[in-house]
Nanobody, 132 residues
Framework: QVELLSSGGGSVQAGDSLRISCVVS????????MAWFRQPPNKPRSAVAA???????TYTDSVKGRFAISYDSSQKTLYLQMSNLKPEDTAMYHC??????????????????????????WGQGAQVTVSS
């Protein structure tokens, strides 16, 4: 059974940095697509960043240049390094992963950004709160 366990959330000031992590346990099959999503209070969940098995990463426009997604296969851990945080980054952040090599593991920019891939596994979430 695959489990994704998030950690590293917290409360910070605008301009601060924070790194959240997502440890994958269970099946050791290589993951084709991994991503971070976020859901602010009373708003829909949207994609933040995605990374595929070739380490190609894509981001929603609002975080480009500030956030970086990475995956350490030796630690089976997905990271999201967040810099120059803004109050609008406040949300519950969820990691997700998938194994099937179908579709494109990329963030599609729309009014509610999404990843053009059906994620199979989801983490429980890490709360990030940014104060002005």
């Amino acid at each position: 059974q695959v489990e994704l366990l998030s950690s590293g959330g917290g409360s910070v000031q605008a301009g601060d940095s924070l790194r959240i992590s997502c440890v994958v346990s269970g099946d050791t099959t290589p993951y084709y697509c991994m991503a971070w999503f976020r859901q602010p209070p009373n708003k829909p969940r949207s994609a933040v960043a995605a990374i595929d098995q070739n380490a190609r990463s894509t981001y929603t426009d609002s975080v480009k240049g500030r956030f970086a997604i990475s995956y350490d296969s030796s630690q089976k851990t997905l990271y999201l390094q967040m810099s120059n945080l803004k109050p609008e980054d406040t949300a519950m952040y969820h990691c997700a992963a998938g194994i099937d090599e179908v579709d494109d593991c990329v963030v599609v920019e729309t009014s509610t950004p999404y990843v053009d891939y059906a994620m199979e596994y989801w983490g429980q979430g890490a709360q990030v709160t940014v104060s002005s």
